[in-house]
């Protein structure tokens, strides 16, 4: 979740400077941390919520702990008119008080408490807020025009909804009651313990005291939501008693929850036997969000998703099947790590969300093995080294200097690479005591905080490994960068001898430093006598070194990291290399995909050209696993569209593509098959959107895709016949036809996006309206998506179209610097950081990265991430200009 406001200089000051913060003090606001001398015990927070109005009232009732002598205290709030402010002291004598905003931009009150007091006082601040309309705090949507009110607190955005201590570090319990219209629904953390009257259409919920929580994971909705019933969680050896189990969606939707509701005990159950701790809260509610900033929220007792992760039908598209699976374990597993244990500062988010996306993996194993959670787990770690290979790339552990970097922590670093480096330290320990060390850090943390520190002693503690260890776990964690670790196997005194030297991977381009050492857990596959193979493993912890490969076959083939577990990359000699596609596919998948890796790496580091490439992946598209054979996809379309230059060269790679996957479409043909595996599914959604693409555009595809999108845009009934193509295809299909058909496609698809609430068909319509080549008619759409028909976590969805070419990418850096502050104002604070991206993404070219500088270095204060994502943006394009510039795409036709 990404949120605003761009930190001053005196951020890092005020979060290291403690002494300048003391009690009673003129000291300048703490834009970081806040003092610790005034620590929250507990909150009663009340609201009177009507969704149709467009502001609520609130009281915030603090129960503090002053450990030294003050007349006021800090907190956050943001937005917030106080009216009234009691201060009551230990001895029941009670002050009026004074709420003040010091830091308006990141949301710093100061209250002021009437006399210098000590020990515990009482804090009640009543006051009013509008519901937010840029989806944090507690905002308004609407579905099918109907209002609902909402909360999106993380990170930061507690402070919108209700003055508090709104830090990760403040644990403590919540009280909370809604006084919302009698006709509404009313759901919090916690279970509803009490109904009352409150006056002429209004009604009082007060909700059961939630266990020590964060501001962060407070959570309430209220409107006319359908609440749907689902089977109780059983009881466990863990958990004495059934868990009730609800499905909450807008109204009419609740019958399209009973699929993920079926699905939600074999979670819950999985996560329980890992981690030997029954789940800890007394319910829980899954909340389909018609508008979300992100893709859910693991609020305790009260998960929030984007709602078609959980609106699923007997028809859905496998890809929101899977989906909602995935998403669902996902925040499922933060109910440990997360929520029972809690990081205490920002530079650990990477306990929540790493621990809650590699955990998510062992789940789906576990519950669906076909939905090869596995192989996820390699891609995941391979597309956060993409971004780890920049020099802007930010650490796992980054220190946080403000809000901004809050709200950029939310990346693929923090999640996938996270998850990676915890798989690579588990598989150096072993599964078994890996396992028993998470269940020691859970115990010893629960209901409170910990640190990056904690994990790794509780690891090393019960694997009984020392400082090399922990030294070794530090390494992935506080610097950034890939490991690239360059192999060379020679023969010496009659033993098989792999030869190592690691540094930091960089592409072609960088300005980096390649010179870095990392603990690398290396494990290496290897050719044996007799035709197997062995697998060795040693901690790596120098420039360079060497490993014995004992038993190995002579001229041995070598693949560098077994199981493509680890985090790293690998080069080759060439004659390494060249034996080890020989074998390529005898490789498990994972294997493959890490050698696929390989050869990517080889090509952007600048030791391998496009004719290698595509020879070293053409044994890969013979796999018959889809994200195997798929893997060479990334590669191949950067040179299609930034190598080739002839037409020959381009019909050499069309014709390239086509060898290797028409076969496999046209063996699954263009409709789903009654009880087909949604493997096939998955398939033929990814062939048809790669062969069918404009750049490639076989004819065949592309006619069949047109004649489905065509019959997607015949009128039935007063809508589009949307259910005329296959579910799955839909998107490509629309895409084509727009592409095709011009102008009457797309006003077709305007026209019926506002009729339409299915979350499904509204993506498919607007991933379609992303397709389009025509100038005016992208500017069009582009127009659109700024309205009120589209929702704002939409938006991205159809201004991330258009950035083929360098032509289209001027357009849309024409329109996109015409329309940004249209931009800012729809999205607010939570999507600074992803705006440079949202507009220059994309460029190869020096004139692309300088005139996104030039735009965005005076914008820089208006909202927070901005600086990242700028950094990143501009790196990116100025790696894939040099990496350009230095091929020869002759060698295409090699």
């Not at 590699?358 to 939905?371: C, F, L, R, S």
């Not at 923090?414 to 915890?422: P, R, S």
């Not at 600048?606 to 893997?631: C, I, M, N, Q």
């Amino acid at each position: 979740m990404r949120r605003f406001v761009r930190p001053l200089v005196l951020t890092a000051l005020a979060a290291c400077c403690g002494a300048a913060l003391a009690a009673g003090s003129d000291a300048a606001p703490p834009l970081g941390h806040l003092p610790t001398w005034a620590q929250p015990e507990s909150y009663k927070l009340s609201f009177k919520v009507d969704p149709k109005q467009e502001n609520y009232s609130g009281s915030s009732t603090i129960r503090i702990k002053l450990t030294q002598p003050t007349d006021f205290v800090w907190l956050h709030g943001k937005d917030l008119k106080v009216s009234k402010v009691t201060v009551t002291d230990a001895a029941g004598k009670t002050y009026p008080g004074k709420y003040v905003v010091a830091a308006e931009k990141e949301g710093v009150a100061k209250v002021e408490l009437g006399a210098k007091l000590e020990g515990e006082i009482t804090l009640a601040m009543a006051f009013t807020a509008p519901l937010n309309k840029q989806l944090q705090g507690l905002y308004k949507v609407s579905h099918e025009g109907v209002p609902y009110a909402m909360t999106q607190m993380e990170p930061v955005s507690a402070r919108y909804a209700f003055p508090g201590f709104d830090e990760p570090s403040f644990k403590v319990p919540f009280d909370i009651s809604l006084t919302i219209p009698s006709d509404d629904q009313g759901v919090a953390n916690t279970a509803q313990i009490k109904e009352e009257k409150a006056g002429p259409g209004w009604k009082t919920l007060t909700f059961s005291t939630t266990k020590p929580l964060p501001t962060y994971l407070v959570a309430f909705a209220v409107g006319p939501w359908d609440v749907v019933k689902g089977p109780d969680i059983a009881p466990t050896q863990y958990r004495s008693t059934a868990t009730p189990l609800r499905g909450i969606a807008a109204k009419g939707e609740g019958h399209r929850m009973q699929h993920v509701l079926g699905e939600t005990s074999s979670i819950i159950h999985t996560l329980e036997d890992y981690y030997g701790f029954g789940y800890p809260y007394d319910k829980l509610d899954l909340l389909a969000a018609p508008d979300f900033s992100a893709g859910a929220m693991e609020n305790a007792g009260l998960v929030t998703f984007r709602d078609w992760l959980l609106l699923i039908d007997p028809d859905s598209a496998a890809q929101y099947v899977r989906g909602s699976f995935n998403v669902n374990a996902h925040e499922l597993a933060h109910q440990w790590t997360g929520d029972t244990v809690t990081m205490k500062w920002w530079d650990d988010i990477w306990l929540n969300e790493a621990f809650a996306t590699w955990m998510q993996q062992k789940v789906t194993i576990k519950v669906h093995p076909e939905y090869r959670a596995d192989l996820d787990r390699v891609r995941g770690a391979q597309g956060a080294m993409n971004n780890d290979s920049l020099v802007s790339a930010r650490k796992i552990r980054q220190p946080i200097t403000g809000n901004g970097d809050i709200e950029t922590a939310f990346d693929g670093i923090t999640y996938q690479k996270g998850a990676a480096v915890l798989g690579m330290f588990e598989g150096y320990v072993t599964e078994p005591v890996f396992q028993k060390g998470m269940r020691a850090y859970i115990q010893k943390h629960k209901f409170a905080n910990a640190t990056a520190d904690d994990l790794i002693d509780a690891i090393a503690e019960a694997a009984g490994q020392g400082d090399a260890f922990k030294s070794a776990f530090r390494s992935f964690l506080d610097q950034s960068g890939v490991p690239y670790v360059a192999t060379e196997v020679k023969n010496e005194g009659g033993k098989t001898v792999l030869h190592l030297s690691q540094s930091r991977y960089l592409p072609l381009g960088s300005t980096g430093d390649a010179k870095r050492v990392w603990g690398v857990p290396m494990c290496v596959r290897y050719g044996t006598e007799g035709g197997g193979n062995k697998v060795k493993c040693e901690l790596f912890d120098k420039a360079t070194g060497t490993m014995v490969l004992d038993g190995a076959a002579k001229n041995s083939w070598v693949l560098p990291n077994a199981d493509g577990r680890g985090y790293y990359r690998f080069a080759q000699s060439k004659a390494d290399l060249a034996a080890l596609t020989k074998v390529v596919g005898t490789l498990t998948d994972a294997e493959q995909l890490a050698y696929a890796d390989a050869v990517r790496a080889g090509f952007q580091h600048g030791e391998l050209d496009a004719g290698d490439v595509l020879a070293a992946y053409k044994p890969l598209t013979a796999s018959k696993t889809r994200e195997v054979f798929t893997a060479p996809l990334g590669t191949f379309h950067w040179i299609l569209a930034n190598e080739a230059q002839t037409d020959a060269q381009r019909e050499h790679l069309r014709k390239w593509a086509a060898d290797a996957y028409l076969p496999k479409l046209q063996a699954l043909g263009y409709r789903k098959k009654a009880g087909e595996p949604d493997n096939d599914t998955l398939t033929r959604t990814v062939l048809a959107g790669v062969l069918g693409d404009k750049d490639i555009g076989v004819p065949e595809v592309r006619a069949e895709l047109l004649k489905q999108g065509d019959a997607a845009l015949k009128t039935k009934d007063g809508h589009l016949d949307l259910e005329a193509a296959d579910p799955d295809l839909l998107g490509t299909a629309l895409g084509v036809a727009v592409q095709e058909r011009g102008a009457p496609a797309v006003d077709a698809i305007i026209a019926e996006i506002p009729k339409t609430s299915d979350p499904a068909k509204r993506n498919a319509m607007l991933s379609a309206l992303a397709e389009i080549k025509d100038p005016a008619l992208a500017n069009k759409a582009r127009d659109f998506a700024l309205g009120k028909d589209v929702k704002v976590g939409e938006m991205a969805m159809v201004l991330r179209g258009g950035r083929d070419t360098e032509a289209s990418r001027a357009q849309m850096w024409k329109w996109f610097t015409a329309n940004y502050d249209k931009i800012v104002g729809r999205t607010g604070s939570f999507a600074g950081g992803r705006l440079p991206a949202l507009g220059g993404g994309g460029g190869c070219s020096k004139a692309e990265a300088d005139r996104l500088s030039a735009f965005f270095k005076p914008r820089m204060s208006q909202v927070s991430g901005a600086e990242r994502g700028l950094a990143q943006t501009s790196e990116e394009i100025l790696l894939c200009s040099a990496q350009k510039a230095k091929q020869d795409p002759k060698a295409i036709l090699r």
